[in-house]
């Protein structure tokens, strides 16, 4: 919409009655060619047209990318993280991991019921594309026996000795395996678990529904602090920041920075889903 110049007013009307819906009403989608300097001249052409001076742009990495670029040609630009996974390095949470982790509690709740009724081992895929966010905190917060995550690794024959353990050893009724999309095939994998164990092993995926939902009144929270920060630095004529939320407080950081900064640890969370067990 911004290269061809598809731009829409936004009014208080617009966006009155949006604090409790799912997905983005402004829509969603990439531009690889955004990449390339004559398309990103278009896009500003069109932006200074309408005398628009500022954008705020909501996403990850890329898009925080192409806010630094367009900032670079003049036009402030400020991030701010908008994503399920929590992949975002410069901050603690991202705009929607806490309604996605909602929504996978809520469904790994409902097959531990039928878990338990069947001596089932329920082996549960979650979106993060390659952050294992979503795997363990979901983990932590439904009582799983077992997360699996790109931070953890994955040794089938291990964690077909870990199931053998709780069926043998520790009687358990049943069992739950949290783990991060794209680590191995769950289907083919429950199919082991019940060839190899006491339990009867059945793969879901969660898949889209993670995307969806209204969302929790933590992330509308953490969305109008978020906004909120952004509007007063653009207010100020700063742009090429993107907005981090570090420790409970609401801070800006250089977009150039946000994207080298190393990921923080997960292993104190690791150490606790262990200790849990």
């Not at 410069?90 to 909602?102: E, N, S, V």
């Not at 081992?121 to 294992?132: A, D, P, Q, T």
């Not at 363990?136 to 995550?149: N, P, R």
């Not at 409970?248 to 690791?270: D, F, G, T, Y």
Request: proline share 3%; with cysteine.
């Amino acid at each position: 919409g911004m290269v061809e110049g598809y731009i829409e007013p936004l009014t208080k009307a617009s966006v009155g009655e949006i604090i409790d819906r799912g997905g983005t009403i402004l829509g969603s989608a990439r531009l690889p060619e955004f990449k390339d300097p004559e398309v990103r001249a278009k896009a500003v052409t069109q932006l200074k047209k309408r005398g628009i001076e500022a954008v705020v742009v909501i996403g990850g990495d890329g898009s925080y990318r192409g806010a630094l670029a367009l900032t670079e040609m003049g036009i402030n630009c400020i991030g701010i993280p908008g994503t399920i996974d929590n992949d975002i390095t410069c901050t603690d949470f991202t705009i929607g991991f806490d309604t996605a982790l909602t929504t996978v509690v809520d469904a790994i709740d409902k097959l531990r019921d039928t878990s338990n009724s069947h001596h089932r081992c329920s082996i549960v895929e979650v979106m993060g594309n390659r952050c294992g966010d979503l795997a363990l905190w979901a983990g932590i917060s439904c009582g799983a026996e077992i997360v699996i995550t790109s931070d953890t690794g994955f040794e089938e024959s291990e964690v077909l000795e870990r199931l053998r353990d709780l069926d043998l050893i520790k009687k358990k009724r049943h069992a739950i395996i949290v783990i991060s999309e794209k680590i191995t095939d769950v289907h083919q994998f429950a199919k082991k678990v019940s060839l190899n164990t006491g339990f009867s092993g059945r793969a879901t995926i969660l898949g889209h529904i993670q995307r969806g939902g209204a969302p929790t009144p933590s992330d509308r929270i953490l969305a109008s602090r978020m906004g909120e920060k952004a509007v007063d630095l653009l207010m100020q004529g700063i742009g090429g920041q993107c907005i981090s939320i570090i420790e409970n407080q609401i801070v800006s950081v250089p977009i150039e920075e946000a994207l080298v900064m190393p990921r923080a640890s997960r292993k104190p969370l690791q150490n606790l889903f262990e200790r849990l067990v």
